[in-house]
């Protein structure tokens, strides 16, 4: 158990709805990375928040948008599904440093959200 | 990231020793090298990281060449649990995400 929890375990929804995935970091870190893995593109970063503010983007589509709570929680959402978003989507989160000296720690993962759209 | 080389597939046995190899001759001064692992159906897991020197905990060494152009996972007693794909990363410039790549599936066979 790394700590991270993700709910929901699982979600189908259709085409062109909008869902909102959670995330609760492990006690004390401050930042957050969501990722998403699909068969054809693998695992992609998509954005990271630390202490409450954006800090970097990755692969992350226009639809897609995050935010990262006060309680330090975030949540992914996810508009104007089509088909391609069906996807694992995991967070991960890590110690709150800034800068450089963030890539000397590593990232805990939590077990994902697998989001189906038909 | 500079980007790193794997094979796409290993096989050993159960309670060998396991030596995953990644080249990265583009390696910049500054980089980490991080190496994660994802077993069926799980997301994925930190193994261990390092920037010059060989580097060990409860789950594995690290070992990493004097270039720094290629380092090596070693599991030392490999066992069923260990199957996943390994991957190994960069870590450089902005503290963002990490870049994935396939990774190397690791079968072991009992």
């Known amino acids: 158990d790394s700590g991270v929890t993700q709910t929901p375990k699982h979600l189908i929804t259709a085409t062109g709805q909008r869902v909102t995935l959670r995330c609760s970091p492990r006690?004390?870190?401050?930042?957050v990375y969501w990722y998403q893995q699909s068969l054809d593109q693998g695992l992609q970063f998509l954005i990271q928040y630390y202490n409450g503010e954006e800090r970097a983007k990755g692969n992350i589509l226009e639809r897609f948008s995050a935010q990262q709570f006060p309680d330090l929680h975030s949540e992914l959402n996810l508009s104007s599904l089509e088909l391609g978003d069906s996807a694992l989507y995991f967070c991960?989160?890590?110690?709150?440093?800034?800068?450089?000296?963030?890539?000397?720690?590593?990232?805990?993962f939590g077990p994902g959200t697998r989001l189906t759209v038909t | 990231d500079a980007k790193t080389t794997q094979p796409n597939s290993m096989e050993s046995n159960e309670e060998e020793p396991v030596h995953l190899p990644c080249n990265h001759s583009t390696i910049s001064g500054t980089d980490y090298i991080h190496w994660y692992r994802q077993l069926p159906s799980q997301g994925p897991e930190y193994v261990i990281h390092g920037l010059t020197s060989n580097v060990n905990n409860r789950m594995a060494s690290l070992a990493i060449a004097e270039d720094r152009k290629s380092s090596t996972l070693i599991l030392h007693r490999a066992t069923l649990r260990d199957a996943a794909v390994y991957y190994c990363?960069?870590?450089?410039?902005?503290?963002?995400?990490?870049?994935f790549g396939k990774g190397t599936h690791l079968i072991i066979q009992p």
């Open positions: 991960a989160s890590s110690v709150g440093v800034a800068g450089t000296e963030a890539l000397n720690y590593e990232q805990y």
């Open positions: 990363i960069l870590r450089g410039g902005g503290a963002d995400g990490l870049t």
């Open positions: 006690s004390g870190d401050l930042s």
